[in-house]
């Protein structure tokens, strides 16, 4: 039930909304109408201090922080850990705040010391707090339940005056990138492998690093029937949902076709026409797929304008692997070819994606395949896994960012010595 009773400030709380309404259509600056709301607000519930607080929350600051204390306007730009602590309440809760202020937190950058009461109530635009709307009083009990309902009506008006006043401020949008990526990145988890076979006289290791955005590399390693191992590689092009909605399509698609028993060749012709009827025009796959029969030691493959794979030998020399075909997903009849090479005691295969090679330090130099083979060279003696992880350190170290701008798979395979 509502507690509002006062007719008269009922009337200029409405007459107040639709000034604010008014004001927002009139002007496109953010203070400018935060300053006309808290100064109007007074009319009707008076107050000794008011500020409406708008969190920002990629640096944990509260970005907006505008406010009339004691008869004078303030704004400012604080941490969220300095913020009171019954304003912190609700951003974190969403729940609104009546009665006497919280006061134990000695840090408290912005609490007046004369406050004695306060009414505290969230800012919600589409389900999420974007800030807090907050009113001081320096006499006790000075707030009631029908001053909360009022707030709370004022902070959603606030929200609109928000969103239509400042449409750069980005704050719902931002929310709604991050969930989108967030499901991106458990779809693209989702679909890499959990676990390493375990493959006598083989050595096995792969790693994904995703970028800042989600990108649409993909890894595997799949047993095949007589002891036969798959592994595949692939770049799906774009970043987000739709690439990693493009990876599940593409997996699923390959899986299917290798339970079939069919020649790599023909998998690769039979997942292009999949892929070419599905996907939009400027959407394709590169991939790498091959198939180790590790008795006789042959590795069969087919490269769909993927990056090269690399075999280095133990004397040195060094063998790629683009035998194969254009890119998946562009031209319906696109034909494969396949190749088999020779696989040798201590050989290193290494696989990998476009985000190794093209990785660029602060001259704009890329790593290329030249550093990418003496690296592996260099550190032949390591584990598949170590050789992995020790790679992707070193590609951060060459291009000093914490994420690559691109994913980076690797993936490496290591013969045993004899």
Request: include cysteine.
């Amino acid at each position: 039930m509502s507690v509002f009773k006062d007719q008269g400030r009922d009337e200029s709380m409405l007459r107040l909304l639709l000034a604010i309404n008014r004001k927002t259509r009139a002007s496109v600056d953010l203070h400018q109408v935060l300053d006309f709301i808290l100064g109007s607000v007074g009319d009707v519930i008076p107050y000794d201090a008011a500020r409406i607080y708008l969190v920002e929350p990629e640096t944990r600051t509260v970005k907006y922080l505008v406010g009339r204390v004691d008869d004078k306007f303030e704004q400012a730009e604080i941490a969220l850990d300095s913020v009171d602590r019954t304003v912190a309440q609700v951003l974190v809760t969403g729940e609104p705040f009546l009665g006497s202020p919280v006061t134990e937190n000695p840090v408290c950058s912005n609490l007046r010391e004369t406050t004695r009461s306060r009414v505290t109530v969230p800012i919600q635009s589409d389900g999420y707090v974007i800030g807090a709307f907050d009113l001081e009083s320096d006499q006790h009990a000075r707030f009631e339940e029908g001053d909360l309902e009022w707030l709370s009506l004022l902070a959603s008006q606030t929200a609109v005056s928000i969103t239509r006043a400042v449409p750069y401020h980005g704050l719902i949008e931002k929310k709604r990138l991050e969930e989108q990526l967030r499901i991106a990145r458990e779809v693209q988890l989702s679909l890499l492998p959990t676990a390493v076979p375990q493959v006598p006289g083989l050595d096995l290791g792969g790693v994904n690093i995703p970028s800042e955005g989600i990108g649409g590399d993909y890894f595997d390693f799949i047993p095949i029937v007589d002891g036969h191992l798959g592994i595949v590689v692939a770049d799906v092009v774009g970043k987000g949902i739709p690439a990693s909605l493009i990876m599940a399509s593409f997996r699923a698609f390959l899986r299917a076709e290798i339970r079939n028993d069919y020649a790599i060749r023909t998998i690769f012709g039979k997942v292009n026409k999949l892929l070419t009827e599905s996907l939009k025009p400027h959407q394709f796959v590169s991939a790498f797929y091959g198939v180790l029969d590790l008795e006789r030691r042959r590795f069969t493959y087919s490269n769909a304008g993927h990056h090269p794979a690399i075999v280095l030998r133990p004397d040195g020399q060094v063998r790629l692997l683009s035998s194969g075909g254009t890119v998946l997903g562009i031209l319906d009849g696109t034909t494969y070819n396949e190749r088999v090479i020779d696989l040798v005691p201590g050989d290193i295969l290494l696989l990998y994606t476009d985000g190794v090679v093209e990785a660029e330090n602060e001259a704009e130099e890329m790593f290329g395949r030249q550093r990418l083979e003496e690296f592996v060279r260099a550190n032949a003696a390591m584990s598949a896994r170590e050789l992995c992880e020790q790679l992707s350190a070193e590609l951060t170290r060459f291009s000093r960012r914490a994420y690559p701008e691109d994913d980076t798979t690797i993936v490496v395979a290591k013969l045993a010595s004899p």
